[in-house]
């Protein structure tokens, strides 16, 4: 027994073939535009409302029961946003009233718009969501409904004229008529016109097509015109700015303009003022410049004077401030030397220490390397006495091998000459070849022994070459060990002489440090003493203090800084020498402090 629901699927799809096919066969004889009085067009409605209904739920309200199909359209716009245009415009629709109507009204509209095969499809596709509206047997949810939507895609030819508004969509019954889908005479002679009319609908797709695509880029042109309308407002924005910012900074150049030819006429009057008062001061400068000559040549001479005193003064400062820091620079470098110095000399200790054990470490390596040497010399003493006892032997074997070479030579002459000689004697001549042969084995295996105690000798040999070859090798690098040894106690004794020099040096440098040490106390000591005492004036020293003689070119100023006397160049012979000066300085005979050259008052 067939199952009733698949009966009914294949009814209902059968019939929605029936009523697509007619629909389009009487649009294509009767015109492209349909009203919604076309009987074919209200019986594919029909249709498609039973296909719709086939196996929906019953969903309970308040009141009673609602079996509707508004429930699954409804849902097209939340999957095609394309659709919302088509359910926003059935609800606002003031004549509909009942859900069926407004389901009714969305399929009039997809129509027109020849989007129904799309709205369809995106709605059985989502099969999860339709489950909540119909059954699983219901024709929606299986083939039959795929079938059905891409039937539908063929209404895309036909034009519908629909007035939706006006019609009463609440109150209409669907019911199916099946007369109008029985074959007649006149549908056999329609089908040359219906070929024809084929080709004009394929005319009008093609067009319909192109006019799509013309849309399309029409769309696209009209917004590269709105965008370049856009730029060009906002060039033409620019523009306006731009001259704007012209006019004023014109504006601005002309007010510079004319305030700078104002200025120029106050610089030109002023300049004018200015050369008349020039003209006054000049005239009365002239009357007053010799009186002013007078007194400027008495300020002058004053000045000189004045002038002279304070460079004396400024110069003996800058010596005493000079020796100053010469005396402390001369400390911090000797004591400086000194830890260098004693740096030096600990890092060369260590250097010494190093080289050293250095030379104990190749000693000993030396030694052994000695004792190694003299074994394997004595090893390849044993090896060269090994190697003549094996050539002896192998020489020996030789001949040996030569005779039994020609022992068997003679005795196959021998043993040819019988047979010839002595056939009826084969017995006894058998026995001496079985013989002879045994000796011939014997002699093979004899033979085979050599030959094998030969190679093993010969492999031998070849061990005792290479140990000989490793031998040399070795007895090479003792040799560059040597070499090194001796490179290396040549470079101890150099850095032993660098040693000794460096300190004979420190001790030379540590005896003049302290020499000078205690000159330096000296001259502390002195110039504690003598802090109370005053320098003479120039002018009043005009005599050497110890010769008594006057001073001269010849005979200049030394004047003590400590003490405060002044002796000639003759008389302070004493001289210290300095680190920080390359000639010695001269000493002051009474405190031992330096002596500072000064002019005479007599020279100038």
């Known amino acids: 027994v067939k199952d009733p629901t698949a009966v009914e699927r294949a009814n209902l799809l059968n019939m929605a073939k029936l009523s697509i096919k007619g629909l389009i066969e009487s649009a294509l004889s009767f015109g492209r535009t349909l009203d919604s009085d076309y ?29 509707t199909i508004w429930g699954p359209l409804e849902l097209v716009e939340k999957l095609y946003p394309e659709a919302e245009e088509i359910a926003a415009s059935v609800r606002d629709l003031p004549g509909l009233k009942t859900p069926l109507g407004r389901a009714r009204a969305w399929l009039r509209l997809a129509l027109m718009q020849k989007k129904m095969a799309d709205y369809l499809r995106c709605l059985i596709i989502q099969r999860d969501l339709l489950s909540e509206f119909y059954e699983y047997h219901a024709l929606m ?7 059905i939507v891409g039937l539908l895609v063929g209404l895309n030819v036909i034009d519908a004229n629909l007035c939706v508004k006006g019609e009463d969509l609440d ?60 730029s060009n407002t906002k060039l033409i924005e620019e523009l306006a700015i731009a001259k704007n910012n012209i006019i004023k900074l014109q504006e601005e150049n002309h007010q510079l303009r004319s305030e700078n030819t104002l200025i120029l006429m106050k610089t030109q009057h002023h300049l004018e003022v200015t050369k008349v008062d020039v003209e006054a001061e000049l005239q009365t400068y002239k009357h007053s410049r010799q009186g002013l000559d007078e007194m400027y040549n008495e300020a002058r001479r004053q000045l000189r004077e004045e002038s002279q005193l304070r460079q004396d003064m400024e110069n003996e400062l800058v010596v005493q401030v000079s020796m100053k820091h010469e005396i402390e620079l001369a400390m911090k470098l000797l004591e400086k030397d000194i830890h260098e110095k004693q740096d030096t000399l600990i890092g060369l200790r260590q250097q010494l220490d190093e080289v050293k054990a250095i030379n104990m470490e190749m000693y000993q390596k030396l030694q ?56 009826n004697k084969s017995e006894s001549l058998q026995k001496e070849f079985s ?66 020099d460096q300190e004979a040096a420190l001790q030379e440098l540590a005896s003049k ?73 001269r000493v002051c005979d009474s405190c031992h402090a330096i002596l500072i050259q000064r002019c005479s008052s007599n020279v100038p």
């Open 141 to 147: 949810m299986e083939e039959e409904g795929a079938v």
């Open 39 to 67: 009987p074919p067009l209200q019986q594919f409605f029909v249709v498609m409302e039973h296909c719709l209904k086939h196996g929906l739920k019953v969903r309970k309200s308040f009141l009673s029961y609602n079996k």
């Open 435 to 500: 013989q002879k042969e045994k000796q011939l084995l014997q002699l093979e295996t004899d033979l085979k022994i050599e030959k094998e105690w030969r190679q093993t000798l010969e492999d031998d040999l070849q061990k005792e070459k290479e140990t000989v070859s490793h031998l040399r090798i070795e007895t090479q690098e003792i040799i560059n060990l040597k070499k090194e040894f001796l490179k290396l106690q040549e470079k101890n004794r150099q850095l032993k002489r660098i040693c000794q």
């Open 171 to 230: 109150s209409q019954v669907g019911v199916i008529d099946f007369s109008m889908y029985l074959k007649s005479d006149d549908d056999i002679g329609g089908k040359e016109r219906n070929v024809q009319i084929a080709a004009i609908l394929d005319q009008k797709n093609y067009v319909e097509e192109l006019n799509r695509q013309l849309n399309s880029t029409v769309s696209s042109l009209h917004a590269r015109v709105d965008s370049l309308e856009k």
């Open 513 to 585: 440090l302290s020499e000078s040490k205690l000159k330096i106390e000296d001259i502390k000591e002195a110039n504690k003493a003598l802090q109370g005492q005053v320098w003479l004036k120039d002018k009043e020293a005009t005599h050497c203090k110890l010769c008594e003689k006057e001073f001269s070119l010849s005979k200049r100023k030394h004047h003590c800084r400590n003490c405060g006397e002044i002796f000639c160049n003759a008389c302070s012979d004493n001289e210290l020498p300095l680190p920080s000066s390359p000639k010695p300085v």
């Open 368 to 423: 052994v390397s000695e004792d190694a040497m003299k074994e394997k010399n004595e090893i390849i003493g044993r090896l060269e006495d090994k190697t003549n006892q094996i050539n002896a032997t192998m020489k020996q074997l030789e001949q040996r091998l030569q005779q039994a070479e020609k022992a068997q030579v003679e005795a196959e002459n021998e043993d040819e000459k019988l047979k010839q000689e002595y056939v």
